[in-house]
């Protein structure tokens, strides 16, 4: 991290790559709070050195530190069975998972793939410690040579953290099959919207007056989900994860009661944790 008072301009980024400021600042918000639903002062520290207008994406709700919450809770029981497996996160951005892993588990021994865009990994390093036990790559996720360089022989875990709803569907699913096959033993996480805002939002939905999300082209039901296991060759089984509780009445009790509720279940989003054997 940064020791100066300098703060480094961001605002390079744009379209998918600008939406890793926007769950950046929607996490750190919640870490900094008085009742912070996420232990995250790394992504406090990062938003403060970083020159950008942060304000424009006007939502700071729990959804983002949440999706986060369930990424860890899956990655540390994959990490407490493989404790010298290599996590892999595609299109990081600026998660800060390795940190609040690192603390989570009592003997980290872990290694890490960060898989972004140059202009990202670019900031990435500036902004962010080094560790010897990471490692980026400034290439796409769909550049599929990133696989050939990942340590596989102790277990690998995928991270795809509001990645692929951003891809082509073609592409999306592929990505998925190249993993599997890649990694058998593995396992990957990832994240889906409802899949009717690929119809309601083509364009793009706008959290502010001054930011539209660009368009989500991918999304997949709890249904269709649970048929990757039978369509994709090399999942072994798919896992719908549960909705970790945040604060307050809504996401504290209601969020995650309606995501585990059989009628509402075809209409939410979903988060997915595959098995790959």
């Known amino acids: 991290m940064r020791d100066d008072n300098k703060k480094v301009d961001a605002r390079l980024l744009t379209g998918v790559s600008e939406t890793a400021l926007l769950t950046l600042y929607g996490r750190a918000h919640q870490a900094a709070a008085p009742d912070p639903i996420i232990d995250d002062p790394m992504a406090v520290k990062l938003v403060d050195s970083i020159d950008f207008d ?4 006007g ?5 983002m530190a949440l999706r986060s919450l369930a990424v860890d809770r899956c990655a540390i029981d994959y990490l407490t069975a493989h404790p010298r497996a290599t996590v892999v996160a595609l299109a990081e951005g600026f998660q800060t998972s390795f940190w609040r892993l690192d603390r989570a588990l009592p003997d980290p021994q872990f290694t890490w793939v960060s898989v972004d865009l140059p202009p990202v990994v ?6 962010l410690p080094h560790s010897p036990r990471m490692t980026h790559l400034a290439q796409s996720a769909l550049d599929y ?3 050939d360089k990942v340590d596989a022989g102790n277990g690998v875990f995928i991270t795809a953290e509001g990645l692929l709803m951003y891809l082509r569907p073609d592409d999306a699913l592929e990505l998925i ?3 599997a096959r890649a990694f058998p033993g593995g396992q990957m996480f990832f994240d889906l919207p409802p899949t009717v805002v690929k119809k309601v939002g083509r364009k793009g939905l ?4 001054r930011y539209r999300v660009p368009p989500m082209p991918f999304s997949l039901s709890v249904r269709q989900l649970a048929k990757l296991a039978r369509t994709t060759p090399g999942i072994r089984a798919v896992h719908d994860v549960p909705m970790p509780a945040g604060r307050g009445v809504f996401f504290g009790t209601l969020y995650p009661a309606l995501w585990r509720f059989p009628p509402t279940k075809q209409f939410r989003g979903v ?3 595959l098995d790959f054997g």
């Open 177 to 179: 099959a190249q993993c």
């Open 54 to 57: 942060f304000e424009k994406f």
């Open 122 to 127: 670019d900031l990435r390093r500036r902004l």
């Open 145 to 147: 040579t990133w696989i």
């Open 206 to 209: 706008r959290s502010s007056k």
């Open 271 to 273: 988060y997915a944790l």
């Open 59 to 63: 939502r700071r709700g729990q959804e």
